[in-house]
Each structure stands twice: as structure tokens, then as C-alpha cells.
């Protein structure tokens, strides 16, 4: 029932709404929970296996009974948690997991077979006759199970995924969150600041208490209106920050349209971000436990702090005579707040004998709740007492078994939480994740000013780290009444006490769990389930915990806690898979110049996950081979441009820098001289050839390795396992830099000539030779250069930061067009350096070594390298190996095809007579014909000789004449310019 003069929602504005297709009312700023308590709304779900009627449990995001589905057809949206969904006009929310009706739930027959469906019995049934798995015991168990549904449809709603990056993330914005973020916001720090509600405030919001002489909401309002006015702090409503990763890296999941009837054109559902902070400060609050007891879970049975939060907040009474039941203080604030409402209180029963008194409500000391009654709501309790057992009739009881820190997010990477006997809970250790530190409430700290206090220290501690000076100030007064309590987990007697509400699991199920010997807290979980509903256990564990821990003769610490993971709240698949929408699972990677290359009408092609232009099509062509040949000739005669920051770009520095690239490239790095850039060949360890590419020195002890795109990956983890498996004594780092730098290749006779037009001081020749690199500056911006070609004509790559690789392009390739060349794609490359006989993947597979391709001579005879030694086994330098060529048909009609196979012209096409095969070909505008590449036994001394290609799969023969790999410009003249 709505309680008058209470609450922070807006009575101003109604919002209608329905529920099981009944119309209600509510107010803006209600949750579906809220407005269903003041439409006296008890009944709102079923349990998962025995279809107990369920009611509202709590008020937050850890709400197991409420979930519930919203929309229809391509909008439904299932298993949503009533606490958390906002109403709006025209809302349509609907139970879940009954049938026919929530009021008449068939399936609530399960409950009457308890007896046999108890922790574990699916391990013990089912088992015979064997055949009927399959046929009747798995389609009946599929069939049950799950909570919500899809609709089956697509999806109508859209997901955005987004990336920040800041100095310091507070998560939480209660007393402590907002301190945090205060202290830092003046310091100058760049701030963001997340809270999983739609209101910043935390408890403030849900409290009566008073700071600085003004109520909690109105403290908290002013404090964000400050925060709102700095530039340096954003604040992100409806951000559930859901897991932490390495180097300072949080998921976080923001509900964008959620409480909007109305989502806009193209306004998403939901927004995935991925945070990066130098610091973090974990301000998340506590949540209440419940006790368990016989029947402690029908409708009208909640949480004490949230009976507290619907008055204060929503301004509802989740009943009209309400008892309250707890071990601790807190306990008598609710009753405190009920009285003051006006709201008829029939009995505090605290379990603890020495409990102080409270005025003006009948206070049973020394008593527990040991039963409930009424069919599907709460109509009365039974309370065991000094005196005897007596019944109340109450239509709400609120629980308090203690507070539980939220310390969820400082074990997600494997980290374990201490025990502290003083307020009976976990918290967490200083550390589990590294630049993260805890405050307020989940570290244990329950008053408003302890967490006023741990805000601003735990904002200093990250501000001194980050360099800033903090200015706390004077903190505010608040109250700071010390948390008193006594353990109690659950009250002895007959009949099913529960502990997980979602999936059933009672006392007596823990029990039984340990009786059959799964001691351990993980296997305990698996066992009976606690704990792996949606909600995760998060009202349940500890109290799952010490009850095991009675069960086996334990303490709770040496008991310990199952494995928290990410992530801390549900989060849609649609939303993890933001952008993949009818796309596979295989990550897709873009260059700064995807969209100006797509906008140019180019069909994109795979490379090594990337997505890179194939050819850029003009009016008039027919087919990719004119194009292809239009974009040979802009390079060949006047100017191309081609995005190739696809190439895998590592960054190497340490005074052993050059020791590591001798090592593991086959010729020398270390008479590299700073400013040059010199071609490297690398081997694996059984001596075949792993990658190639070209390393600059920027200085004496930087190194930039270019790897080839396909190769990237493999040639990191490999620098990695040299550094710090085989020599982790040298003094090196590596970090991957591809994504960080966009890099052009420019290249033509009149490359310099349009390089010249962006850079601020243009090249000479005499100063940048071949081979050379260094900085430069680009209108402004600073950048890198490289007098390197893989055209075989005069060619740079320059490289500037990824910000503004988008723009870079457009201006490139605008002036490469006005020097009559334009961009180039794949294709027109691959043509590019066939014709100088350049290798790429297709030639360096894995089966060939550096004397397969004529590099035998790069493996310098000065020093070791890895795979040198293997690399000069017999057999693999021995006359008659399959070694590089290239490859001319006679007629210049005559067709090449890649894999096809070589044969000498007298023999017939089978397997015992072949001699080689083709690895790469393309149609060579120079050239006038197709040309190729290929492995020939015996190859370098057959040039000249006519071999035979058979393509047995598409009926192709050519006859060839084998001829030197560089099939243009072999002195390399207009390469060097």
C-alpha cells in the first residue's frame, strides 16, 4: 500500500502499466516491484523445481523470487528482475514458470513430490531401463526446465558495444562511491562514476539517516550536482559494472532504453562497455541475508533493508501489519522507520536475548520465527520464544540475518576473501585485484560516516598513485552507530527451511549433502545447486556456507567460499555479442579506413581476421580483373596508396633488445644502425622458415618488428616464450602495437612528390635512402616513416597514431588521385609483388626452409639463432629439394593456376613423377600474361627449362617455362629510387 508523505518518487506523473495482462498504476520512478507492493501485489512468480509461490524478496539486483518477462514477440525480454525494471507507459510484464496461471500453477505438483526430488536425486534416478534416456526422461526434463523464454523470433532490439578509459572508476554510488568520487573529481582526476541503479545514492536513497543536518537523498543530490558541473567526472546511471579483468580492464553493462516506452529510432537496448582505469575504487554496497526457517519463503516474507527501502524510497508499505525478525541492530531501524510512517508494527522478534529494548512495538527478546502459514501470501508466523510458541497474524515479515559485503568484483581473478568474526561475513583482502581497493560497506564498514571516511581514504590512496594531490577537506557528519549482532544462519524445527529461494535448496538439502560426503563447498554447490540460479547466491551462500560448516564439525573460514565469477549480474548474450548480429563467432578486425574503403564500394576479404579491400571498383568495369590492372598501373606509372596496418607492429626495447632479435631472426640485428631498417627471416625451432618482415631501430635500444599479417600472433607468443622462458635474465620488453598505429603504404614514382604535400618537412632522397626511418611530423601530427616497398617501385610507409588513420587516408589517397593513382587494394598487392618475386604465406606455408626460398645466405655463420642448428639436418640443404621459382606460361594465353602441380614434359601426370607445385599467381599487367610463383625440385638450376602444370581438379594443363622469382626490375633500381 502506498504510504503517504513518503518516498522520492514523482506523484505528479502516473504511469500505467499491467502485469498478467491486469491493469495497475504507478508513479515515475517506480520499479515493476514498487508499483506491484502498492497495488498489494504479493504473488509474483514461481520457484524453479517445486513451483512454490514466490513473492518480492529484496529490493536490488539480487532479487531470486521477482523475474519476470517484458514485451512481446521480438522485444520479449525474459527473466528481468522486477526490483531493478523501471515502469513506463504502456509496460506489459508477465510471470514466468507457470502453467496455466501463477494463481493455479499445475506444476506445483512437484511440491507434493518433495520427498523424492530432494538434493541430488537426478544422480540417482533415470538410470533405468537405459533406452528411455533418450526417448521420454531427457525431452521431459528439457521440456521443465529453465525460468523465462524467448520468443523465438529475432531480435528487434539493438545492442551497442563501447570502450572508456579513465584515471579513477568508483563503482557504487552510495556514501562511500560518491566521497570517493568527490575527492577525486576535485583533484582533477578523470573520473567515472557507475552505479547499477537508475538513481545515484545507494542506501541514502533507502535511509532516513541525516548528514550534515540534511537527509541522505538531499547530500547525495547536491553532491552530484557538483559532480555533474566538472567536466573531468562522468556519471553512468544504469551501469552494473560486471566483472574484473587484467591491467585494470571492467565489464560493464548499461541499461540504455530498459525503462523507456518509447527507445527512439535507433536508440539501443543495451551498451556493453569495456573500462579501463588506472585505479578503481569498489564502493558496492552490502546485501541483506535472510534466515532460513520452516516456510520462510511464501509471498509477504522479505528482507528487512528492503521493507526499508520500498517506504523511504518508493513511499510503499509491503503490508499493513508487519513483524520484524532479526539477529542485529539493524533490524530495529525498520521498525523505527514503520512507526514513524505510521504503519502498524505487530512484534520485533530478536533472536538475541540481550537485545536492546525499542520503544513502542511489542518486542520479543530471546525469540525466533520457526513457521509461516497462508496459501499464497503471508497471513501469520509462528514465534518460539522463552515462553513458549505463539502465532502472529502479519501479512509481511521483515528478516534481517546480517549484511553481506559485496566483494564479488575483488574475486574475480582468483582471489579469496577473509572471514571476519565481528560482523560474521567475508571482506575482501587488500590486493586480490591489483589497483582496485574496497570501501564502505563491502569492506565491512556499515555506518554512513565509515563509509564517508573509507571513500575519501580509498580516493587519496588511488589519487597519491596516479600522481594528484588529494584534498579531502573536512569530511561531512554522519551517524555512525556500531553494527552490532549475533549469528544466526537457522532456526532449528520441522518443515523445509530455505536457503537458495530460486532453485529450492533448503538446510536439510546442505545437510544431506554432507552426509553423502561432497564436504567440500564446491562440490556442495554442484550437488544441490546452491548458489547457480541467476542471482548466484547471493542471499544464500553464507548462510549455505555455515550451515555446511555445522554440518561437518567446520569453521566457516576453513570452509571457505566457492569460486566468484563473472559476470556479477545477468548480462544478454545479445549484449556480450554487440555488433555480431548475423555474423559467426571468429573475431572481426577493421582498419582506421574500413568505412572510407566500403564507401568506395570495395568487397572486402579475410586476412588473418582482418578485414581488408580486395579492389576498388570504378564505373565502366566489368570485372575485378580491370580493376586490379588500373590499380598495378597507379603504382607502376604514377602513385598508390594501400592501408597496410594490418602487419603485426611490436614494440622492442631494453638494453638486450638487440641480443633478442639476433637471436631469433636468422641474420644480424645488432649492427642495425639507429635510424635504418633492415629485412629479417625468422625459423621455427625444427629449422623451417615462421615469418618474415622488417625491423627499424629507432633508437639504441627501440626496435619496431613488422610481422606479416597472418603471422602476428604467432610471431608474438613466440618473442614472449624467448623472453621469458628461454632468457628471462635479459633485460627486454615486447608489447603489440598493430592496433596502435594506423600505416599507409605510398608508393610510385611519385610517392615522394605527394608525401611531400603532407609533411612538414619534406623528404630528400639524399637524407632518407632506402631502408631508412624515422619521425616525422604530418600536418602537425607526429608520425613515423619508412623508406621501405614491397611494390618493387619507390615506397614509404608512413604511420601515424590510429586516431586519425581515418583521416589520413582520405587525404592520401584524394591527392593520390590527383596525381593520376588513387588506392590499391589486395589484389593489385598480391600483383605487385609476385612481380618482384616477394614472398608471403602462400610460399612460407611451414614445409620450407631458407634455402628452399634462395635465403640460404641470410643465415649468418657469426651467431646462433633459433632453428639454425635444425635447419642444417641432411636432407634439408640437400640438392633435390622443391626450391623457389618462377613460373611463365609459353603461350601468352596460357592459364596458372595455385596448387596445381609440376611435372617434366615427357611424364605422364601421377603422383611418382611430380616435381613441384604452384603456391601463388596472378595476371601481370607488365608482363602481358599470367605469371606465377612456385617450389620445383632442383629449381634455381632449371631456369630456362619448360615444365608442365596439370590442374587434375579443373582440367587444366600449361606448359611453362621455368624462370628467376623476380620477374621485374631484378636490379632494383626503381626501388631505391
Given at each position: 500500500?502506498?504510504?503517504?508523505?513518503?518516498?522520492l518518487i514523482d506523484r505528479d506523473r502516473p504511469v500505467s502499466f499491467t502485469f498478467d495482462g491486469v491493469g495497475y498504476s504507478g508513479y515515475e520512478g517506480d520499479t515493476l516491484a514498487s508499483a506491484l507492493l502498492a497495488n498489494d501485489v504479493r504473488l509474483v512468480g514461481r520457484s524453479f523445481k517445486y513451483h512454490r509461490p514466490r513473492g518480492i524478496l529484496t529490493a536490488g539486483s539480487e532479487e531470486p523470487n521477482a523475474l519476470v518477462t517484458v514485451g512481446h514477440d521480438g522485444r520479449q525480454d525474459p527473466n528481468v528482475r522486477a526490483t531493478v525494471q523501471e515502469i513506463y507507459e504502456g509496460m506489459a510484464a508477465?510471470?514466468?514458470?507457470?502453467?496455466?496461471?501463477?494463481?493455479?500453477?499445475?506444476?506445483?505438483?512437484?511440491?507434493?513430490?518433495?520427498?523424492?526430488?530432494?538434493?541430488?536425486?537426478?544422480?540417482?534416478?533415470?538410470?533405468?531401463?537405459?533406452?528411455?534416456?533418450?526417448?521420454?526422461?531427457?525431452?521431459?526434463?528439457?521440456?521443465?526446465?529453465?525460468?523465462?523464454?524467448?520468443?523465438?523470433?529475432?531480435?528487434?532490439?539493438?545492442?551497442?558495444?563501447?570502450?572508456?578509459?579513465?584515471?579513477?572508476?568508483?563503482?557504487?554510488?552510495?556514501?562511500?562511491?560518491?566521497?570517493?568520487?568527490?575527492?577525486?573529481?576535485?583533484?582533477?582526476?578523470?573520473?567515472?562514476?557507475?552505479?547499477?541503479?537508475?538513481?545515484?545514492?545507494?542506501?541514502?536513497?533507502?535511509?532516513?539517516?541525516?548528514?550534515?543536518?540534511?537527509?541522505?537523498?538531499?547530500?547525495?543530490?547536491?553532491?552530484?550536482?557538483?559532480?555533474?558541473?566538472?567536466?573531468?567526472?562522468?556519471?553512468?546511471?544504469?551501469?552494473?559494472?560486471?566483472?574484473?579483468?587484467?591491467?585494470?580492464?571492467?565489464?560493464?553493462?548499461?541499461?540504455?532504453?530498459?525503462?523507456?516506452?518509447?527507445?527512439?529510432?535507433?536508440?539501443?537496448?543495451?551498451?556493453?562497455?569495456?573500462?579501463?582505469?588506472?585505479?578503481?575504487?569498489?564502493?558496492?554496497?552490502?546485501?541483506?541475508?535472510?534466515?532460513?526457517?520452516?516456510?520462510?519463503?511464501?509471498?509477504?516474507?522479505?528482507?528487512?533493508?528492503?521493507?526499508?527501502?520500498?517506504?523511504?524510497?518508493?513511499?510503499?508499505?509491503?503490508?499493513?501489519?508487519?513483524?520484524?525478525?532479526?539477529?542485529?541492530?539493524?533490524?530495529?531501524?525498520?521498525?523505527?522507520?514503520?512507526?514513524?510512517?505510521?504503519?502498524?508494527?505487530?512484534?520485533?522478534?530478536?533472536?538475541?536475548?540481550?537485545?536492546?529494548?525499542?520503544?513502542?512495538?511489542?518486542?520479543?527478546?530471546?525469540?525466533?520465527?520457526?513457521?509461516?502459514?497462508?496459501?499464497?501470501?503471508?497471513?501469520?508466523?509462528?514465534?518460539?520464544?522463552?515462553?513458549?510458541?505463539?502465532?502472529?497474524?502479519?501479512?509481511?515479515?521483515?528478516?534481517?540475518?546480517?549484511?553481506?559485503?559485496?566483494?564479488?568484483?575483488?574475486?574475480?581473478?582468483?582471489?579469496?576473501?577473509?572471514?571476519?568474526?565481528?560482523?560474521?561475513?567475508?571482506?575482501?583482502?587488500?590486493?586480490?585485484?591489483?589497483?582496485?581497493?574496497?570501501?564502505?560497506?563491502?569492506?565491512?564498514?556499515?555506518?554512513?560516516?565509515?563509509?564517508?571516511?573509507?571513500?575519501?581514504?580509498?580516493?587519496?590512496?588511488?589519487?597519491?598513485?596516479?600522481?594528484?594531490?588529494?584534498?579531502?577537506?573536512?569530511?561531512?557528519?554522519?551517524?555512525?552507530?556500531?553494527?552490532?549482532?549475533?549469528?544466526?544462519?537457522?532456526?532449528?524445527?520441522?518443515?523445509?527451511?530455505?536457503?537458495?529461494?530460486?532453485?529450492?535448496?533448503?538446510?536439510?538439502?546442505?545437510?544431506?549433502?554432507?552426509?553423502?560426503?561432497?564436504?567440500?563447498?564446491?562440490?556442495?554447490?554442484?550437488?544441490?545447486?546452491?548458489?547457480?540460479?541467476?542471482?548466484?547466491?547471493?542471499?544464500?551462500?553464507?548462510?549455505?556456507?555455515?550451515?555446511?560448516?555445522?554440518?561437518?564439525?567446520?569453521?566457516?573460514?576453513?570452509?571457505?567460499?566457492?569460486?566468484?565469477?563473472?559476470?556479477?549480474?545477468?548480462?544478454?548474450?545479445?549484449?556480450?555479442?554487440?555488433?555480431?548480429?548475423?555474423?559467426?563467432?571468429?573475431?572481426?578486425?577493421?582498419?582506421?579506413?574500413?568505412?572510407?574503403?566500403?564507401?568506395?564500394?570495395?568487397?572486402?576479404?579475410?586476412?588473418?581476421?582482418?578485414?581488408?579491400?580486395?579492389?576498388?571498383?570504378?564505373?565502366?568495369?566489368?570485372?575485378?580483373?580491370?580493376?586490379?590492372?588500373?590499380?598495378?598501373?597507379?603504382?607502376?606509372?604514377?602513385?598508390?596508396?594501400?592501408?597496410?596496418?594490418?602487419?603485426?607492429?611490436?614494440?622492442?626495447?631494453?638494453?638486450?633488445?638487440?641480443?633478442?632479435?639476433?637471436?631469433?631472426?636468422?641474420?644480424?640485428?645488432?649492427?642495425?644502425?639507429?635510424?635504418?631498417?633492415?629485412?629479417?627471416?625468422?625459423?621455427?625451432?625444427?629449422?623451417?622458415?615462421?615469418?618474415?618482415?622488417?625491423?627499424?631501430?629507432?633508437?639504441?635500444?627501440?626496435?619496431?618488428?613488422?610481422?606479416?599479417?597472418?603471422?602476428?600472433?604467432?610471431?608474438?607468443?613466440?618473442?614472449?616464450?624467448?623472453?621469458?622462458?628461454?632468457?628471462?635474465?635479459?633485460?627486454?620488453?615486447?608489447?603489440?602495437?598493430?592496433?596502435?598505429?594506423?600505416?599507409?603504404?605510398?608508393?610510385?614514382?611519385?610517392?615522394?612528390?605527394?608525401?611531400?604535400?603532407?609533411?612538414?618537412?619534406?623528404?630528400?632522397?639524399?637524407?632518407?635512402?632506402?631502408?631508412?626511418?624515422?619521425?616525422?611530423?604530418?600536418?602537425?601530427?607526429?608520425?613515423?616513416?619508412?623508406?621501405?616497398?614491397?611494390?618493387?617501385?619507390?615506397?614509404?610507409?608512413?604511420?601515424?597514431?590510429?586516431?586519425?588513420?581515418?583521416?589520413?587516408?582520405?587525404?592520401?589517397?584524394?591527392?593520390?588521385?590527383?596525381?593520376?593513382?588513387?588506392?590499391?587494394?589486395?589484389?593489385?598487392?598480391?600483383?605487385?609483388?609476385?612481380?618482384?618475386?616477394?614472398?608471403?604465406?602462400?610460399?612460407?606455408?611451414?614445409?620450407?626452409?631458407?634455402?628452399?626460398?634462395?635465403?640460404?645466405?641470410?643465415?649468418?655463420?657469426?651467431?646462433?639463432?633459433?632453428?639454425k642448428t635444425m635447419a642444417q639436418r641432411p636432407g634439408l640443404e640437400e640438392p633435390g629439394r622443391e626450391r623457389l621459382v618462377g613460373l611463365k606460361p609459353i603461350a601468352a594465353e596460357g592459364k596458372l593456376l595455385a596448387g596445381a602441380h609440376l611435372y617434366r614434359q615427357e611424364d605422364a601426370a601421377r603422383r611418382e613423377h611430380d616435381q613441384g607445385y604452384v603456391t601463388s599467381v596472378c595476371h601481370s599487367p607488365v608482363q602481358g600474361r599470367m605469371i606465377g610463383l612456385g617450389f620445383l625440385a632442383d629449381g634455381p638450376e632449371r631456369i630456362g627449362e619448360i615444365v608442365k602444370m596439370v590442374d587434375g581438379l579443373?582440367?587444366?594443363?600449361?606448359?611453362?617455362?621455368?624462370?628467376?622469382?623476380?620477374?621485374?626490375?631484378?636490379?632494383?633500381?626503381?626501388?631505391?629510387?
Open positions: 500500500m502506498r504510504v503517504q508523505g513518503k518516498g508477465r510471470s514466468q514458470n507457470r502453467w496455466p496461471s501463477l494463481s493455479f500453477d499445475l506444476m506445483a505438483v512437484n511440491d507434493l513430490a518433495a520427498p523424492f526430488l530432494g538434493a541430488g536425486f537426478y544422480y540417482k534416478t533415470f538410470m533405468w531401463p537405459r533406452s528411455f534416456w533418450e526417448k521420454l526422461y531427457e525431452p521431459v526434463i528439457r521440456r521443465a526446465a529453465g525460468l523465462g523464454a524467448l520468443s523465438g523470433q529475432d531480435n528487434a532490439d539493438r545492442y551497442e558495444r563501447a570502450f572508456a578509459f579513465c584515471d579513477l572508476l568508483v563503482i557504487g554510488a552510495g556514501p562511500a562511491g560518491l566521497m570517493a568520487a568527490l575527492v577525486a573529481g576535485r583533484a582533477g582526476a578523470d573520473v567515472i562514476l557507475a552505479d547499477e541503479d537508475a538513481r545515484m545514492g545507494g542506501r541514502l536513497l533507502a535511509e532516513t539517516y541525516e548528514i550534515d543536518g540534511k537527509p541522505g537523498a538531499v547530500w547525495a543530490e547536491e553532491v552530484l550536482a557538483e559532480l555533474r558541473g566538472m567536466e573531468n567526472v562522468r556519471l553512468m546511471t544504469r551501469t552494473t559494472v560486471a566483472g574484473a579483468y587484467d591491467q585494470g580492464t571492467y565489464a560493464a553493462l548499461e541499461r540504455v532504453s530498459h525503462h523507456r516506452a518509447d527507445r527512439g529510432a535507433g536508440a539501443p537496448l543495451e551498451c556493453f562497455w569495456r573500462i579501463v582505469a588506472r585505479r578503481a575504487v569498489l564502493a558496492a554496497g552490502a546485501l541483506e541475508r535472510p534466515i532460513a526457517f520452516a516456510d520462510n519463503d511464501r509471498p509477504g516474507i522479505m528482507t528487512a533493508g528492503a521493507v526499508r527501502a520500498y517506504l523511504n524510497r518508493w513511499g510503499v508499505s509491503p503490508g499493513r501489519a508487519v513483524s520484524v525478525f532479526g539477529n542485529n541492530d539493524d533490524a530495529h531501524r525498520t521498525v523505527r522507520d514503520l512507526l514513524a510512517a505510521g504503519v502498524h508494527v505487530a512484534a520485533l522478534i530478536d533472536s538475541r536475548h540481550d537485545a536492546p529494548r525499542l520503544d513502542g512495538v511489542r518486542m520479543i527478546r530471546g525469540g525466533q520465527v520457526c513457521g509461516s502459514g497462508g496459501r499464497q501470501g503471508l497471513e501469520r508466523i509462528t514465534v518460539r520464544h522463552p515462553g513458549g510458541e505463539e502465532r502472529i497474524a502479519t501479512d509481511c515479515l521483515a528478516m534481517s540475518g546480517g549484511w553481506n559485503p559485496s566483494l564479488h568484483l575483488t574475486c574475480h581473478m582468483n582471489g579469496r576473501p577473509e572471514w571476519r568474526r565481528d560482523i560474521a561475513a567475508f571482506v575482501p583482502v587488500a590486493g586480490m585485484v591489483p589497483g582496485l581497493r574496497a570501501a564502505g560497506a563491502c569492506n565491512g564498514a556499515f555506518s554512513t560516516m565509515a563509509c564517508l571516511r573509507e571513500g575519501a581514504e580509498a580516493a587519496s590512496e588511488a589519487l597519491g598513485a596516479l600522481g594528484l594531490t588529494a584534498d579531502q577537506g573536512t569530511l561531512p557528519k554522519a551517524e555512525e552507530t556500531p553494527y552490532a549482532l549475533e549469528p544466526l544462519w537457522a532456526v532449528p524445527g520441522r518443515g523445509r527451511a530455505w536457503l537458495d529461494f530460486q532453485n529450492d535448496v533448503t538446510v536439510k538439502d546442505v545437510k544431506q549433502a554432507a552426509v553423502e560426503n561432497f564436504r567440500s563447498v564446491e562440490h556442495m554447490k554442484r550437488y544441490t545447486t546452491q548458489g547457480m540460479a541467476t542471482d548466484q547466491g547471493k542471499n544464500s551462500n553464507v548462510a549455505a556456507l555455515a550451515v555446511l560448516a555445522d554440518a561437518t564439525g567446520r569453521g566457516i573460514p576453513e570452509t571457505g567460499t566457492t569460486t566468484f565469477r563473472p559476470p556479477y549480474s545477468p548480462i544478454a548474450i545479445a549484449a556480450l555479442g554487440a555488433g555480431g548480429e548475423g555474423k559467426g563467432f571468429q573475431p572481426e578486425r577493421f582498419t582506421t579506413s574500413h568505412a572510407a574503403t566500403l564507401s568506395r564500394g570495395a568487397p572486402m576479404i579475410e586476412a588473418g581476421l582482418w578485414y581488408r579491400p580486395s579492389y576498388f571498383p570504378q564505373a565502366g568495369e566489368t570485372d575485378w580483373q580491370q580493376s586490379c590492372d588500373r590499380e598495378v598501373g597507379y603504382v607502376r606509372n604514377a602513385v598508390g596508396v594501400a592501408d597496410v596496418s594490418t602487419l603485426g607492429k611490436i614494440d622492442i626495447q631494453g638494453a638486450d633488445a638487440a641480443r633478442l632479435l639476433d637471436f631469433v631472426y636468422t641474420n644480424m640485428f645488432s649492427t642495425l644502425k639507429v635510424g635504418r631498417v633492415r629485412y629479417g627471416l625468422m625459423l621455427r625451432e625444427d629449422g623451417h622458415v615462421m615469418d618474415d618482415g622488417t625491423t627499424a631501430r629507432l633508437g639504441e635500444d627501440h626496435y619496431l618488428m613488422t610481422t606479416t599479417t597472418a603471422a602476428a600472433g604467432q610471431v608474438m607468443a613466440h618473442l614472449e616464450f624467448v623472453a621469458q622462458g628461454l632468457h628471462p635474465e635479459w633485460d627486454v620488453s615486447l608489447c603489440s602495437v598493430t592496433e596502435q598505429w594506423a600505416q599507409f603504404a605510398v608508393a610510385g614514382p611519385r610517392a615522394r612528390e605527394l608525401l611531400n604535400g603532407l609533411l612538414d618537412t619534406p623528404v630528400d632522397p639524399a637524407d632518407w635512402p632506402f631502408m631508412s626511418c624515422g619521425a616525422v611530423s604530418v600536418l602537425g601530427v607526429g608520425g613515423r616513416l619508412f623508406r621501405i616497398s614491397f611494390s618493387g617501385e619507390e615506397g614509404y610507409e608512413i604511420a601515424v597514431p590510429a586516431r586519425y588513420g581515418a583521416s589520413l587516408f582520405d587525404l592520401l589517397v584524394r591527392r593520390a588521385e590527383a596525381l593520376g593513382g588513387g588506392a590499391y587494394g589486395m589484389e593489385a598487392l598480391n600483383v605487385l609483388r609476385i612481380e618482384k618475386g616477394f614472398i608471403t604465406h602462400a610460399e612460407i606455408h611451414g614445409r620450407v626452409t631458407a634455402y628452399d626460398i634462395g635465403m640460404g645466405g641470410m643465415v649468418s655463420a657469426k651467431k646462433d639463432c633459433i632453428g579443373r582440367g587444366v594443363t600449361t606448359y611453362c617455362e621455368v624462370i628467376s622469382p623476380v620477374f621485374y626490375d631484378p636490379e632494383g633500381g626503381r626501388m631505391r629510387g
